[in-house]
């Protein structure tokens, strides 16, 4: 735990937050990073002894910083920490212990990812995703979302695979025909929305008293997409195989 409680401390500090966000895109000199982040070389060269004694930076022989193995590791860690801190107030209002504690960890996936504001604009955008699959649609909800099956159809029918995952006491509404070729499982229950195709994913969490909330969290970034793409698949693996 000391060890731990040290290394937050030196990513604690803005300065040295940003030069190691520097870092990964390559070397740097101390003058170049200096003059990148606008801080005095002096203060800059403080900054830099104190990540390498931390083990978070190397200096070549050609005086070029970089980031070691425990430097990355350590980046990639606090992403998830990152992505938290900047939603704080949405996670404090929402259960993420429906999420498997490996996901929790893999948090630094939505770095880039949008929240939307309201539920219009989140059904809107869901129907265009689905709208513009032509490879997969795979859905896990704990509802049908009616206005979007026209959408679903038409990809199917130009050759994209439907999954779809559901609560085992799921109702359809009135009028409802299951889709030709869907791939379908049924879970005991379902706690979230989680929706994705081959260029888009999102997702809906619920709230602290297990509603869901319905303005979903959108992007296509190849990580947030892989995070999606994993996350569908461990429920996946976890349903029945559905039969009428």
């Known amino acids: 735990m000391e060890r731990l409680c040290d290394l937050l401390f030196e990513l604690s500090s803005t300065e040295r937050m940003r030069i190691l966000q520097r870092l990964l895109e390559g070397k740097l000199k101390l003058s170049h990073i200096s003059q990148e982040l606008g801080i005095t070389v002096t ?9 390498q004694e931390a083990g978070l930076l190397g200096r070549d022989s050609d005086s ?3 980031l070691t193995n425990y430097g990355e590791s350590a980046l990639t860690l606090i992403g998830g920490l990152d992505i938290l801190s900047q939603n704080r107030e949405y996670v404090l209002q929402h259960d993420l212990s429906v999420l498997p504690p490996e996901f929790v960890q893999r948090l630094g996936a939505f770095k880039g990812v949008r929240l939307v504001e309201d539920t219009l604009t989140g059904i809107r955008l869901t129907e ?18 009616v206005s979007a099956l026209p959408y679903i159809q038409q990809s199917i029918e ?9 609560p085992e006491d799921l109702n ?23 929706a994705l195709t081959e260029k888009e994913a999102l997702i809906c969490l619920p709230y602290l008293h297990g509603a869901l909330d319905y303005t979903p969290f959108i992007g296509d ?8 793409h ?3 698949l461990h429920f996946w693996d976890q349903g029945i195989q559905h039969s009428d």
């Open 172 to 194: 359809p509404p009135p009028g409802f025909e299951p889709m030709s070729g869907a791939l379908e499982r049924a879970l005991p229950d379902v706690k979230l929305r989680l």
């Open 221 to 228: 970034d190849p990580e947030f997409l892989k995070w999606c």
């Open 230 to 232: 994993d996350l569908f």
């Open 43 to 51: 203060e800059t060269s403080r900054h830099l002894q104190r990540l």
């Open 128 to 145: 265009m995703m689905y709208q513009k699959a032509t490879e997969y649609i795979w859905v896990l909800s704990e509802q049908i979302l």
């Open 64 to 66: 070029l910083y970089y």
């Open 158 to 166: 130009k050759g994209a695979e439907f999954r779809f995952i559901f």
